[in-house]
C-alpha cells in the first residue's frame, strides 16, 4: 500500500510451518454482527474472512443485564462463535467488567488473541501470565482528546504504554501513529495496516428522500458530536451565508446533558438536518453517495473509517488540515485550518462542479489502491499466522475456503 509521500508496505515475517487449524479470538468491541462504529465493522470483516480461510473464530460480544445470569455464553453464527458476555454494570465501569471478563474467558482458550484498541490493556497483564500471543490495534491517542478529564486521560496515557509493552505486535493504522508508537516501542513490533471500505457505485435515493433531502443538494457529516471532531464550526461556517436549497446533514448522538451538544443543537438552525445517529448501513451508505461533498473535521486519530468510507462513495471531501486526513485523503480533499478558511472552502465546493468532479475521482483511485478490504484483511491474517508460528494454514484449508 502507498500514500501520498509515504510508503505503506507490510513485509511480516514468514515462518515456514503450515498449521492445521489457525485460531483467533477478537476483543476490544462491543460484538458482531456489527451495529455500532468503525471496530465492529472491523471485526466482523475481519471475523468472516478468516472462518472463510479455514480459521476457528471467537469474537467477544457485550450484553448489559441487570443482574449477571450465566456469565459467558456461545452462540454461532456464519460459523464464528460469538462469545457473549453478560455485565451489569453502566457506562465506562461497564467497558471495563467487559474487558476483564474477556480477557478471564480468553486465557482458557487456545490462540492469537486480536485487541481492538488499548482502553483496558492492563487486563493483558494476565493473558501474557497465562502465555498468550496478544496482536493490538492500538487506535488513536485517545488521551489527547480534549473531552477528557486529567483522570481519564492519565488512564488513557498508562494503558497506551501497558498495551504497547504488553503486546507481542503493534498495529498501527496511519503511519502518524507508528510514528507516535514508535516512541513506545522498536519500529520491528510495529505493523501499519490501514482500515478498509467497499466501493459505493450506486444507491437509492428514497434514504436520502425520506430524511427531507434531495440528492446532490446537501454535505454530510458522520461523526461523533465532539470538539475534536470540529462539529459546531462545520455548522457555523455553513449557517455564516445565505446557501440557497442546500442543507447540511449531521449525524451524531446528541445528548442535551452535555454543554457541548446543545450548542450544537442551538446553532444548527432549519438548514441543518440532525436526525442523530443512523446505523443502518445502507441508509448512511445512500447519504454519503448521494451528498454533493463530505465533511470531515477530526483532528485526533489515525486512518479514520468514516473518511475511508466516503472516499469509498466517490465523496469529494472539505477535511481539517491535518496529517492524518492528508494522508488518507490527499488529492480527494479540500482543506482548512478554521472557520474562515472552512467557510470558504464550502462556497468552492457549491460553486465549482468541475473542482467536485475532480476530487471524487481522486477520491475513488485512493480507495481503490490503499484501502482494500481484501489487503487490509489478508495483512491482518498474514500477523496472527506469524503469532501462531506459521506462514499459511494448512493446504486442505486453504483449498476448502478457496471452493467454498
Same mark, same amino acid.
Given at each position: 500500500?502507498?500514500?501520498?509521500?509515504?510508503?505503506?508496505?507490510?513485509?511480516?515475517?514468514?515462518?515456514?510451518?503450515?498449521?492445521?487449524?489457525?485460531?483467533?479470538?477478537?476483543?476490544?468491541?462491543?460484538?458482531?454482527?456489527?451495529?455500532?462504529?468503525?471496530?465492529?465493522?472491523?471485526?466482523?470483516?475481519?471475523?468472516?474472512?478468516?472462518?472463510?480461510?479455514?480459521?476457528?473464530?471467537?469474537?467477544?460480544?457485550?450484553?448489559?443485564?441487570?443482574?449477571?445470569?450465566?456469565?459467558?455464553? &456461545?452462540?454461532? =453464527?456464519?460459523?464464528?462463535? %460469538? *462469545?457473549?458476555?453478560?455485565? /451489569?454494570?453502566?457506562?465506562?465501569? @461497564? !467497558?471495563?467488567?467487559?474487558?476483564?471478563?474477556?480477557?478471564?474467558?480468553?486465557?482458557?482458550?487456545?490462540?492469537?488473541?486480536?485487541?481492538?484498541?488499548?482502553?483496558?490493556?492492563?487486563?493483558?497483564?494476565?493473558?501474557?501470565?497465562?502465555?498468550?500471543?496478544?496482536?493490538?490495534?492500538?487506535?488513536?491517542?485517545?488521551?489527547?482528546?480534549?473531552?477528557?478529564?486529567?483522570?481519564?486521560?492519565?488512564?488513557?496515557?498508562?494503558?497506551?504504554? &501497558?498495551?504497547? =509493552?504488553?503486546?507481542?505486535? %503493534? *498495529?498501527?493504522?496511519?503511519? /502518524?501513529?507508528?510514528?507516535?508508537? @514508535? !516512541?513506545?516501542?522498536?519500529?520491528?513490533?510495529?505493523?501499519?495496516?490501514?482500515?478498509?471500505?467497499?466501493?459505493?457505485?450506486?444507491?437509492?435515493?428514497?434514504?436520502?428522500?425520506?430524511?427531507?433531502?434531495?440528492?446532490?443538494?446537501?454535505?454530510?457529516?458522520?461523526?461523533?458530536?465532539?470538539?475534536?471532531?470540529?462539529?459546531?464550526?462545520?455548522?457555523?461556517?455553513?449557517?455564516?451565508?445565505?446557501?440557497?436549497?442546500?442543507?447540511?446533514?449531521?449525524?451524531?448522538?446528541?445528548?442535551?446533558?452535555?454543554?457541548?451538544?446543545?450548542?450544537?443543537?442551538?446553532?444548527?438552525?432549519? !438548514?441543518?438536518?440532525?436526525?442523530?445517529?443512523?446505523?443502518?448501513?445502507?441508509?448512511?451508505?445512500?447519504?454519503?453517495?448521494?451528498?454533493?461533498?463530505?465533511?470531515?473535521?477530526?483532528?485526533?486519530?489515525?486512518?479514520?473509517?468514516?473518511?475511508?468510507?466516503?472516499?469509498?462513495?466517490?465523496?469529494?471531501?472539505?477535511?481539517?488540515?491535518?496529517?492524518?486526513?492528508?494522508?488518507?485523503?490527499?488529492?480527494?480533499?479540500?482543506?482548512?485550518?478554521?472557520?474562515?478558511?472552512?467557510?470558504?472552502?464550502?462556497?468552492?465546493?457549491?460553486?465549482?462542479?468541475?473542482?467536485?468532479?475532480?476530487?471524487?475521482?481522486?477520491?475513488?483511485?485512493?480507495?481503490?489502491?490503499?484501502?482494500?478490504?481484501?489487503?487490509?484483511?489478508?495483512?491482518?491474517?498474514?500477523?496472527?499466522?506469524?503469532?501462531?508460528?506459521?506462514?499459511?494454514?494448512?493446504?486442505?484449508?486453504?483449498?476448502?475456503?478457496?471452493?467454498?
Amino acid at each position: 500500500m502507498t500514500g501520498p509521500g509515504e510508503s505503506f508496505i507490510l513485509k511480516p515475517e514468514r515462518p515456514s510451518t503450515p498449521i492445521e487449524k489457525p485460531s483467533i479470538l477478537i476483543l476490544g468491541t462491543r460484538g458482531i454482527p456489527a451495529s455500532h462504529g468503525g471496530f465492529e465493522t472491523f471485526a466482523e470483516r475481519l471475523a468472516l474472512f478468516l472462518a472463510a480461510r479455514g480459521w476457528k473464530v471467537g469474537v467477544y460480544c457485550q450484553k448489559e443485564v441487570e443482574r449477571v445470569g450465566q456469565r459467558v455464553t &456461545i452462540d454461532t =453464527w456464519r460459523g464464528i462463535e %460469538l *462469545i457473549t458476555i453478560e455485565v /451489569a454494570s453502566r457506562g465506562p465501569r @461497564a !467497558t471495563l467488567e467487559f474487558d476483564w471478563q474477556c480477557v478471564l474467558d480468553a486465557a482458557r482458550r487456545p490462540g492469537v488473541c486480536l485487541v481492538l484498541g488499548y482502553n483496558g490493556a492492563v487486563f493483558l497483564t494476565w493473558l501474557r501470565l497465562m502465555r498468550r500471543k496478544i496482536i493490538t490495534n492500538m487506535d488513536g491517542i485517545e488521551w489527547r482528546r480534549p473531552k477528557w478529564g486529567p483522570a481519564a486521560r492519565a488512564w488513557f496515557w498508562l494503558n497506551e504504554w &501497558i498495551g504497547a =509493552w504488553l503486546s507481542h505486535r %503493534l *498495529i498501527a493504522d496511519h503511519p /502518524a501513529i507508528a510514528d507516535h508508537l @514508535a !516512541t513506545r516501542r522498536p519500529r520491528s513490533a510495529i505493523a501499519t495496516i490501514a482500515y478498509g471500505a467497499d466501493p459505493v457505485t450506486s444507491a437509492p435515493e428514497e434514504p436520502v428522500r425520506a430524511l427531507g433531502l434531495e440528492p446532490g443538494k446537501y454535505l454530510v457529516s458522520i461523526a461523533r458530536i465532539e470538539p475534536d471532531n470540529n462539529i459546531l464550526p462545520i455548522i457555523e461556517a455553513f449557517r455564516r451565508r445565505e446557501r440557497g436549497d442546500m442543507k447540511l446533514v449531521v449525524l451524531g448522538t446528541l445528548n442535551n446533558d452535555i454543554p457541548y451538544h446543545r450548542a450544537v443543537r442551538e446553532a444548527a438552525g432549519t !438548514t441543518v438536518v440532525m436526525p442523530g445517529a443512523i446505523y443502518d448501513h445502507s441508509t448512511v451508505r445512500a447519504l454519503r453517495y448521494h451528498a454533493r461533498a463530505y465533511m470531515h473535521g477530526h483532528t485526533v486519530g489515525g486512518t479514520n473509517p468514516s473518511l475511508v468510507e466516503a472516499l469509498a462513495a466517490g465523496n469529494m471531501v472539505i477535511a481539517h488540515d491535518n496529517r492524518y486526513n492528508r494522508w488518507v485523503a490527499g488529492e480527494a480533499a479540500i482543506y482548512f485550518n478554521d472557520t474562515d478558511s472552512l467557510s470558504a472552502r464550502i462556497d468552492a465546493a457549491l460553486a465549482d462542479d468541475a473542482l467536485v468532479a475532480r476530487c471524487s475521482k481522486a477520491a475513488r483511485a485512493r480507495a481503490s489502491e490503499d484501502f482494500r478490504w481484501e489487503d487490509v484483511l489478508a495483512a491482518y491474517e498474514k500477523e496472527a499466522l506469524r503469532q501462531l508460528g506459521a506462514a499459511t494454514a494448512a493446504p486442505a484449508q486453504a483449498d476448502r475456503a478457496k471452493h467454498a
